[in-house]
């Protein structure tokens, strides 16, 4: 018989802590009551999250710090339940999916009106509370019975940083990725990452360059154009002994940047202001971004090959170069159903956005809506739940305007479409602040159900960075020492259809 966690007497509000952008942020704290068998206790549990680093209409939307707070005790508190009953672990997930559908109905559009702040750092600690009370682990809320196998996320490691990172740089792409791709555990990937970022410094040292890092912790130098960092990349695996099919390379172009103007955004142009190419049009950028992917046999994701308002530029990419290399749309999304959907779920390639989603809780504004959004990508989403929450944020009818553009009828057929495609779920680090560790409970919900997961929180040095990687390593452990084999998705971890040449 399975055991059974009655948790009542929720209390909510939210603090304002530091973050790591030298700012505030807020984080929810929440205590409850908690009974099992005969035994009672209090438990409570807080999480930070992100500063709001993308503020952009179409997310979630981040409300002043204090009025957040204030939101959270008049308006968020109000709406927890008076129990929530745990007999299994997916009832989690359900109990969080009804709180955050309420919030969703009514905090506004995009959560203007309550703050996209406030709900999240309401709905997050919601669940890490329930987790916490029932003693389950994430791995296990949607594991089937006899789990054997459980996938670790590929993990994009930042080493080289540009573009709006770094006054000065010569280099339009924003970040330059390792990926360790023949390991066999996730502290195997962790191990090989720690050698290649020391490596990398040993070399800038050599070369009499700085070695100081950004906010993601990767490497922030004077590049000489767009290419140095993905030569340095590969310089690196040949002084460590790595083969082509050891590792990869990847960037997150974030090319919102270079097309920053609305006379650029209105003619499809971009002006590659760091390099110093000068003004391309959409289609020269596309063959600029081939010559990126081409510069490495092992070359394996690229983020945000065009802006967020150039949603063609992705199109074109995906039309061309989507079965070469996994092409993740992140500006142009935002973590949102409502456009998710519509850009993946066309039946041909070159009416698709991409074949990758980034998703970022800070983006979506609850749980809830963030593991939709990975459940649609992945090929796993409830088409009632789908649409039940995209008529709350009254986004279904425009869902459904948009899916018949590309010949597709229903929210049904959208997600069978996208399901039959066989996408990836890219994980991003834009979530947690604090002494939180949410981010990495994402790919442990889903590994046991996909490897088709992705990671990236920055170089693997930096606390913030380190407290989305080891909950990785203790919940491998956990697995291992529970008779479960975990293994690191690596090549067989991208899109269906993409061919790599290096592992051809």
């Not at 040949?238 to 083969?243: A, E, F, P, S, V």
């Not at 082509?244 to 390379?249: E, H, I, L, R």
């Not at 270079?258 to 063959?287: P, V």
Request: aromatic letters at 8%.
């Amino acid at each position: 018989m399975a055991r059974e966690t009655i948790i009542s007497r929720f209390t909510l509000k939210g603090r304002e802590i530091l973050s790591s952008y030298a700012s505030y942020t807020i984080e929810g704290i929440m205590t409850a009551r908690v009974k099992r068998g005969r035994d009672t206790w209090t438990i409570e549990e807080r999480n930070g999250i992100a500063k709001g680093t993308s503020d952009g209409e179409n997310e979630a939307i981040y409300i002043p710090n204090l009025k957040a707070i204030r939101s959270i005790t008049k308006n968020i508190e109000p709406l927890l339940p008076k129990k929530a009953v745990i007999k299994k672990p997916r009832d989690i997930l359900k109990a969080v999916e009804e709180f955050d559908l309420k919030l969703i109905e009514k905090a506004g559009p995009n959560k203007r009106r309550w703050g996209g702040n406030a709900c999240l750092a309401s709905s997050t600690v919601f669940f890490q509370t329930l987790l916490k009370a029932s003693g389950y682990k994430p791995w296990q809320i949607l594991a089937p019975r006899g789990l054997k196998n459980f996938y670790m996320p590929n993990i994009g490691f930042n080493m080289v940083c540009g573009g709006e990172h770094v006054p000065g740089t010569k280099q339009d792409i924003q970040e330059m990725f390792f990926f360790a791709m023949n390991e066999k555990s996730i502290k195997d990937v962790f191990t090989l990452a720690i050698k290649f970022f020391k490596q990398f410094e040993k070399n800038l040292v050599r070369d009499r360059l700085p070695t100081g890092t950004a906010k993601e912790r990767g490497f922030v130098f004077p590049v000489k154009d767009n290419y140095e960092g993905l030569k340095r990349i590969k310089e690196c695996a040949r002084q460590l002994g790595l083969k082509s099919t050891d590792y990869a390379v990847g960037t997150d172009n974030a090319f919102s940047e270079i097309q920053k103007t609305e006379d650029l955004r209105a003619k499809g142009m971009y002006d590659m202001r760091f390099s110093g190419l000068g003004i391309k049009t959409r289609e020269a950028l596309i063959d600029f971004n081939a010559k990126i992917v081409k510069s490495a046999t092992n070359f394996v994701t690229m983020e945000d090959p065009g802006s967020e308002c150039d949603i063609e530029a992705h199109r074109l990419m995906n039309d061309k170069y989507g079965d070469r290399v996994q092409i993740v749309i992140d500006d142009a999304a935002v973590t949102q159903m409502r456009f998710i959907i519509p850009f993946l779920a066309a039946p041909d390639q070159k009416n698709r956005a991409g074949n990758s989603v980034l998703i970022k809780l800070n983006q979506a504004g609850t749980f809830t809506e963030t593991c939709l959004a990975t459940e649609i990508v992945l090929g796993l989403a409830d088409v009632k739940k789908v649409e039940k929450f995209l008529r709350a944020r009254k986004d279904l009818n425009t869902v459904l305007r948009d899916l018949k553009t590309i010949g597709v009828k229903s929210i049904k057929d959208a997600i069978g479409n996208i399901k039959r495609s066989g996408f990836t779920a890219f994980f991003s680090h834009r979530s947690t602040e604090g002494s939180s560790e949410f981010l990495p409970l994402m790919p442990l919900i889903y590994g046991s159900v996909s490897n088709k997961t992705w990671l990236k929180a920055g170089a693997p040095n930096g606390e913030r960075n380190l407290q989305n990687y080891n909950p990785l390593i203790r919940a491998e452990e956990e697995m291992r020492a529970a008779g479960i084999k975990t293994k690191v998705t690596n090549f067989n971890g991208l899109p269906d259809g993409v061919k790599i040449p290096a592992v051809k």
